[in-house]
């Protein structure tokens, strides 16, 4: 059973910084897509970021300029680095990863509030 472990979320003030990883359980699970969703209370799940094969970056508009994914592709690992965080960026942040075979899995999400 592969699972999706999730770290760095926590409470920060408006303008501060956070930075989540998500890594793999096991290795070698041929992934081609890794992203960074998000659920707000009373809203639907949305896509933050994702990067594909490796290379390949798509933002939501929301976080252009302000968010970086990265993937340490040996590692099966993903990270999205937060900056300028806003009361509207509170919510449960998921890693997801879709393999080759279109196979996706969701890791357990972890909260992101921010408030001052």
């Known amino acids: 059973q592969v699972q999706l472990v999730e770290s760095g979320g926590g409470l920060v003030e408006p303008g501060g910084s956070l930075r989540l990883s998500c890594s793999a359980s096991?290795?070698?699970?041929?992934?081609?897509?890794m992203a960074w969703y998000r659920q707000a209370p009373g809203k639907e799940r949305e896509l933050v970021a994702n990067?594909?094969?490796?290379?390949?970056?798509n933002y939501a508009d929301s976080v252009k300029g302000r968010f970086t994914i990265s993937r340490n592709k040996a590692m099966d690992t993903v990270y999205l680095q937060m900056n300028d965080l806003k009361p509207e960026d509170t919510a449960v942040y998921f890693c997801?990863?879709?393999?080759?075979?279109?196979?996706?899995?969701w890791g357990q999400g972890t909260q992101v509030t921010v408030s001052s």
């Open positions: 997801s990863i879709t393999q080759w075979g279109g196979t996706q899995r």
């Open positions: 096991r290795s070698r699970l041929a992934i081609n897509v």
């Open positions: 990067i594909a094969n490796g290379q390949h970056i």
